[in-house]
């Protein structure tokens, strides 16, 4: 799930499996520096929401940002809960 705002482009996506109509994800705020993002990942979904899976886009037709390193990835969430995730990829990636 995209969670770009306003056909804004979001570098952080955070998906569910293939069946998102149950889940409802964000990235509500994300920090940058160089080469490196802090983003934080709600559950805004009634049900939990298992092994999100966590990608970081080059641009908003989906390629992804290689290599990139996550201090975590493929979280489980219950509904209301976050985790902040940290991202950092080597300069030249992007």
């Known amino acids: ?18 069946d998102l109509r149950r889940h409802r994800l964000t990235t ?3 920090r940058r520096r160089g080469a490196e993002l802090t983003a934080v990942i709600r559950n805004q979904g ?3 929401a298992a092994m999100v899976r966590i990608s970081l886009l080059e641009d908003p037709h989906g390629r992804r ?5 996550y201090s975590d990835n493929h979280l489980w969430l219950l509904p209301g809960e976050s985790r902040t995730v ?3 990829w080597p300069t030249g990636a992007c």
């Open 46 to 48: 009634p049900v939990v």
């Open 86 to 88: 940290r991202l950092s």
């Open 1 to 18: 799930m995209d969670a770009a705002a306003g056909g804004v482009h979001d570098p952080v996506v955070a998906q569910v499996g293939d």
């Open 65 to 69: 940002v290689l290599p990139t390193l």
């Open 28 to 30: 509500p705020r994300r």
